[in-house]
């Protein structure tokens, strides 16, 4: 006897000599498919490069690069956690073809194939970086003598309006000043239309993989909304527009938005889809070839006026949202 094989080779009347067969344990691991198990461990191991900016850190770096370093900081790491999330949600479309008709498999993996960082995106917010840090780069070489470099260097960037040290540097101070602050409200204004762009195919996916969700009878799952709301990164943006940087607008919403973005589609929803796809594989041990139908329902909905038609593992109406087994009027038959 071997691990993992029996050889049997004292009956060769019924089984050839030196046959290997293998021993299938009974544990749960052995039933689950393992489509569900790698996409389960993708799911699991977003959430370990899904690290949202830290508002402190984002803020001191900002103020001490001229802005510069939050903006390559935030485009890497996103990048990284969202190309990560999309190999999650492809494994995920493709556990979903042995549950879905060929129509709906197709348009769940076109759905997870959207899911993706715009690489356009991450070229406008460095040519936005790149003029503003070329224009402060420009301005410091303009440097007259008898001028301190120092107030000659804060001149270009956060005393630009400052009575102090406009007479300091007004030949150039108002053209760096302006490349410098359309520079890096663009790179921000990309980084902020990245984030919500994700968020829209995140969306536009969910819709596809609840209508399996719903057909076996579980909840859908929902991306919350990612929008600015209060939050310490308004503090940020008037503190740093008191400085003339006014970029720190683009800045703030960015931020807030992508730690939003981050701890819900990341973290939440990445933990619910997990938790589907452990109900729906454990609930039933039959699984959907591609192209047949599913499991006809055995009952509906007891609700007054809702009679959805339920599937066999329901554990509530995907409709009104009732517990199945629980009548909600007075009379009516209760599924046993």
Not at 14 to 26: A, D, G, K, M, Q
Request: charged share 20%; net charge positive; hydrophobic share 45%.
């Amino acid at each position: 006897m071997t691990t993992g094989q029996l050889t049997i080779s004292d009956r060769p009347g019924l089984v050839r000599p030196e046959t290997p067969v293998r021993i299938v344990p009974s544990s749960a691991a052995a039933v689950r498919p393992v489509r569900a198990s790698i996409a389960l461990a993708a799911l699991d191991s977003v959430r370990s490069v899904a690290s949202k900016p830290n508002f402190l850190t984002s803020v001191v770096l900002a103020i001490f690069s001229l802005g510069v370093a939050p903006a390559l900081r935030w485009s890497a790491r996103f990048r990284r956690s969202a190309d990560a999330n999309r190999r999650a949600l492809l494994e995920l479309a493709r556990w979903g073809e042995s549950r879905t008709k060929e129509t709906e498999e197709r348009r769940l993996l076109a759905a997870a194939y959207r899911v993706r960082f715009y690489p356009s995106l991450l070229t406008v917010a460095m040519v936005g970086i790149v003029a503003a840090v070329g224009a402060v780069a420009w301005g410091i070489t303009q440097v007259t003598p008898g001028h301190d470099l120092g107030s000659w260097f804060i001149g270009l960037t956060y005393g630009a309006l400052w009575p102090r040290y406009i007479s300091v540097s007004a030949e150039t101070s108002f053209v760096v000043f302006g490349v410098w602050s359309l520079g890096l409200t663009v790179a921000y204004s990309a980084h902020l239309l990245q984030v919500h762009l994700y968020a829209w195919s995140l969306r536009r996916f969910l819709d596809e993989f609840n209508k399996l969700a719903i057909a076996e009878g579980y909840a859908p799952v929902l991306l919350e909304p990612i929008g600015f709301g209060l939050s310490p990164w308004l503090l940020s943006c008037a503190a740093l527009a008191m400085l003339s940087g006014f970029w720190a607008i683009p800045f703030a919403f960015a931020g807030a938005t992508d730690c939003r973005l981050r701890s819900r589609a990341f973290g939440r929803v990445n933990k619910a889809l997990a938790a589907r796809v452990r109900d729906i594989i454990f609930s039933k041990p039959t699984f959907h070839r591609p192209g047949e139908g599913r499991t006809p329902a055995t009952s509906r909905c007891v609700t007054d006026g809702c009679a959805t038609p339920l599937a066999r593992s329901a554990r509530y109406c995907p409709r009104c949202g009732v517990a199945t087994g629980v009548a909600t009027m007075p009379g009516r038959a209760v599924r046993g």
